[in-house]
């Protein structure tokens, strides 16, 4: 019940922020207020939740650090699709057309912000937090990954294989970010520089769906399996070998920090932290938080 009661709380407030930013089109300026709006309610209804349901302090919400690994996050996301698009234009796929408008641009952060705020928070800090909590990180990585993918079939112009690319690619790499830092920005940051770039700077299509191009007026053409083909560049070979790369960093960088969670066995009756999924090393040594 527990992770039924979080799910229709945060799916709820994304859902009606979501309606706003619907409402708001044709005003980037609204746009942007209702996308921000959308990301500022789900974070609360997040924290107001676990609290209620967990009698515990929501610390991969907290505000500790949030601007700088955001920050980070956003930046790292950016280069990771300039890398995508850069190797797709290499090999003839993708060209500029023309230039966009800036209150376009302005306007995708806020529709942006919000799909990545409600996305982490239900793929990353409840599915994927209470699957770890009780199956171990291997299990969780790959089932929220698969749903996180699943869920992309219904965006115009999916394929099963676009699918599956954002099942390798961004359910693997956002997990891996949240187990790396026990923190929900990061996955944030990366989430939203990526689609930022996509859409907001080379003007791409972002998992199917026809967004307004923002700063450049951007056409990708050859073959699908290079350039994304209709489902953009998020269906590149070279999106998944980017993100794959990254997401090989990321966990051992979690393994190095001891971040990893064994699959719980009932013969050793392991303890996990409810707060980061971390196991407790004895049965009366207090768990604590990793950052």
Same mark, same amino acid.
């Given at each position: 019940?527990?992770?039924? /009661?979080?799910?229709?709380?945060?799916?709820? $407030?994304?859902?009606?922020?979501?309606?706003?930013?619907?409402?708001?089109?044709?005003?980037? !300026?609204?746009?942007?207020?209702?996308?921000?709006?959308?990301?500022? %309610?789900?974070?609360?209804?997040?924290?107001?939740?676990?609290?209620?349901?967990?009698?515990?302090?929501?610390?991969?919400?907290?505000?500790? +650090?949030?601007?700088?690994?955001?920050?980070?996050?956003?930046?790292?996301?950016?280069?990771?699709?300039?890398?995508?698009?850069?190797?797709?234009?290499?090999?003839? +796929?993708?060209?500029?057309?023309?230039?966009?408008?800036?209150?376009?641009? !302005?306007?995708?952060?806020?529709?942006?912000?919000?799909?990545?705020?409600?996305?982490?928070?239900?793929?990353?800090?409840?599915?994927?937090?209470?699957?770890?909590?009780?199956?171990?990180?291997?299990?969780?990585?790959?089932? *929220?990954?698969?749903?996180?993918?699943?869920?992309?079939?219904?965006?115009?112009?999916?394929?099963?294989?676009?699918?599956?690319?954002?099942?390798?690619? !961004?359910?693997?790499?956002?997990?891996?970010?949240?187990?790396?830092?026990?923190? %929900?920005?990061?996955?944030?940051?990366?989430?939203?520089?990526?689609?930022?770039?996509?859409?907001?700077?080379?003007? *791409?299509?972002?998992?199917?769906?026809? /967004?307004?191009?923002?700063?450049?007026?951007?056409? /990708?053409? +050859?073959?699908?399996?290079?350039?994304?083909?209709?489902?953009?560049?998020?269906?590149? %070979?070279?999106?998944?070998?980017?993100?794959?790369? $990254?997401?090989?960093?990321? %966990?051992?960088?979690?393994?190095?920090?001891?971040?990893?969670?064994?699959?719980?066995?009932?013969?050793?009756?392991?303890? /996990?932290?409810?707060?980061?999924?971390?196991?407790?090393?004895?049965?009366?040594?207090?768990?604590?938080?990793?950052?």
């Amino acid at each position: 019940m527990r992770l039924v /009661t979080q799910l229709v709380v945060v799916g709820t $407030a994304a859902f009606v922020g979501s309606a706003g930013v619907g409402a708001a089109e044709g005003s980037w !300026a609204l746009t942007l207020l209702a996308g921000i709006a959308t990301a500022v %309610l789900s974070l609360l209804a997040y924290r107001w939740v676990v609290r209620r349901t967990e009698h515990r302090d929501p610390v991969e919400a907290g505000r500790a +650090g949030a601007g700088t690994a955001l920050g980070r996050g956003a930046l790292v996301g950016a280069l990771l699709f300039v890398t995508v698009i850069g190797a797709i234009a290499l090999g003839g +796929g993708y060209r500029v057309d023309g230039t966009g408008s800036v209150a376009v641009a !302005a306007g995708l952060v806020g529709v942006m912000a919000a799909a990545a705020v409600t996305e982490e928070l239900l793929f990353r800090g409840i599915l994927f937090r209470v699957v770890e909590q009780r199956l171990g990180t291997w299990v969780a990585l790959a089932l *929220t990954g698969v749903l996180f993918g699943a869920m992309h079939l219904m965006n115009p112009e999916a394929t099963l294989w676009g699918a599956a690319a954002i099942a390798i690619e !961004a359910g693997g790499m956002l997990g891996a970010a949240y187990v790396a830092t026990r923190k %929900l920005w990061l996955p944030i940051g990366l989430h939203l520089g990526w689609n930022l770039a996509a859409s907001g700077l080379f003007g *791409t299509v972002v998992s199917g769906n026809d /967004t307004p191009q923002g700063l450049l007026r951007g056409v /990708t053409s +050859g073959p699908a399996l290079l350039s994304g083909g209709a489902f953009g560049p998020e269906a590149s %070979l070279y999106s998944v070998l980017v993100c794959v790369v $990254a997401t090989a960093v990321l %966990l051992r960088l979690a393994r190095r920090r001891g971040h990893l969670v064994p699959a719980r066995r009932r013969d050793r009756g392991a303890v /996990t932290s409810a707060a980061t999924g971390t196991p407790a090393r004895t049965a009366t040594t207090s768990a604590t938080v990793s950052v």
